[in-house]
Nanobody, 112 residues
Framework: QVQLVESGGGLVQPGGSLTLSCAAS??????MGWYRQAPGKQRELVAS???????NYGDSVKGRFSVSRDTAKNTMSLLMNNLIPEDTAVYYC????????WGQGTQVTVAS
């Protein structure tokens, strides 16, 4: 049974930092990553990381966010720095092996 569980969301002030975590179970995945969706907007790629630890970032988060994974623990983290109100969204963890699996999402709110 594949399961992805996100944690670490919450309220943070502009300029602050937050770390999201995704714990995967059921198997080891070839690639993992994060998408986000703000109210009234389409879901957008935040970051991805391959089985070989190659990373890719959405243009709006480059230089501020960093994705990493621990294959031994089957976990992935997203370190978010210099957060701005436009980063407010529900963040979804995903993992791929033949198909793409999704977590339930965690809310991140950036506000003063």
């Amino acid at each position: 049974q594949v399961q992805l569980v996100e944690s670490g969301g919450g309220l943070v002030q502009p300029g602050g930092s937050l770390t999201l975590s995704c714990a995967a179970s059921g198997r080891i995945f070839a690639a993992m990553g994060w998408y986000r969706q703000a109210p009234g907007k389409q879901r957008e790629l935040v970051a991805s990381i391959s089985g070989g630890d190659t990373t890719n970032y959405g243009d709006s988060v480059k230089g501020r966010f960093s994705v990493s994974r621990d294959t031994a623990k089957n976990t992935m983290s997203l370190l978010m720095n210099n957060l701005i109100p436009e980063d407010t969204a529900v963040y979804y963890c995903y993992a791929e092996w033949v198909t793409r699996y999704w977590g339930q999402g965690t809310q991140v709110t950036v506000a003063s």
